[in-house]
């Protein structure tokens, strides 16, 4: 059953606009990840956010997480068309379990 | 460093043939997962080893499905007979227990016609 569930669905924008996409998750969680997936190839761990932090940084990457709401948002600043991909969230439950389990994604177009 | 390693990358059949689909984790690696990507569904997990012995199963879909894990760097998920609706990405992916980041395999594409 999937546990992380983004949206939207589907974001396009123009170059160098900001992109945000949202994962809403429903059980107790040891971190969130976000992960990157170009058209055709394996996924990409981008950043990860541990149950006790509100935001982190990477590059222009900006991660915040929400416990009470049980939501999380990644944020990509200056957005390049290299940055087209599906961004998938992956929760980690608690109680140490590597089982991580993935939203379906958001598939971002950043237009030239 | 090579990453994770599928193989093959494509892979059309007819159903009710046998199919195996082959991973090498990353060196050093202690957890293997392997996950099922569609449409429908998006990434499902499977079934997942630490040090070579499979800790959940829960997913795998039902028991035309097997994996094996016979020592570290080798793994196979094995699909017999094989259906038209088992066509998915395949993904292998591995870790080094307790870091929570997984690194993930480009996949193995398989069409069941």
């Known amino acids: 059953s999937q546990q992380g569930e983004e949206d939207p669905q589907a974001l396009s924008i123009q170059e160098g606009e900001n992109a945000t996409m949202n994962c809403s998750y429903k059980?107790?969680?040891?971190?969130l990840q976000w992960y990157r997936q170009n058209s055709g190839r394996g996924l990409v761990h981008l950043i990860l956010?541990?149950?006790?932090?509100r935001e982190k940084h990477s590059g222009r990457l900006r991660v915040t997480l929400d416990t009470s709401k049980k939501s999380s948002s990644l944020l990509i600043t200056a957005s390049r068309a290299a940055d087209t991909a599906s961004y998938f969230c992956?929760?980690?439950?608690?109680?140490?379990?590597?089982?991580?389990?993935f939203g379906k994604g958001t598939k971002l177009t950043v237009n030239p | 460093d090579a990453g994770v390693i599928q193989s093959p990358r494509h892979e059309v059949t007819e159903m009710g043939q046998e199919v195996t689909l082959r991973c090498k984790p990353i060196?050093?690696?202690?957890?293997l997962f392997w996950y099922r990507q569609t449409m429908m569904r998006g990434l499902e997990l499977l079934i997942y080893?630490?040090?070579?012995?499979?800790?959940?199963d829960s997913g795998m879909p039902e028991d035309r499905f097997s994996a094996k894990m016979p020592n570290a760097s080798f793994s196979t998920l094995k699909i017999q007979p094989s259906e038209p609706r088992d066509s998915a990405v395949y993904f292998c992916?591995?870790?080094?227990?307790?870091?929570?980041?997984?690194?993930f395999g480009e996949g193995s594409w398989l069409t069941v016609v």
């Open positions: 956010i541990r149950s006790n932090e």
């Open positions: 992916a591995s870790s080094l227990y307790g870091e929570n980041t997984i690194y």
């Open positions: 059980t107790s969680i040891n971190n």
């Open positions: 060196s050093g690696h202690n957890s």
């Open positions: 992956a929760t980690g439950p608690r109680g140490g379990s590597e089982k991580l389990v």
């Open positions: 080893f630490n040090n070579n012995v499979p800790i959940d």
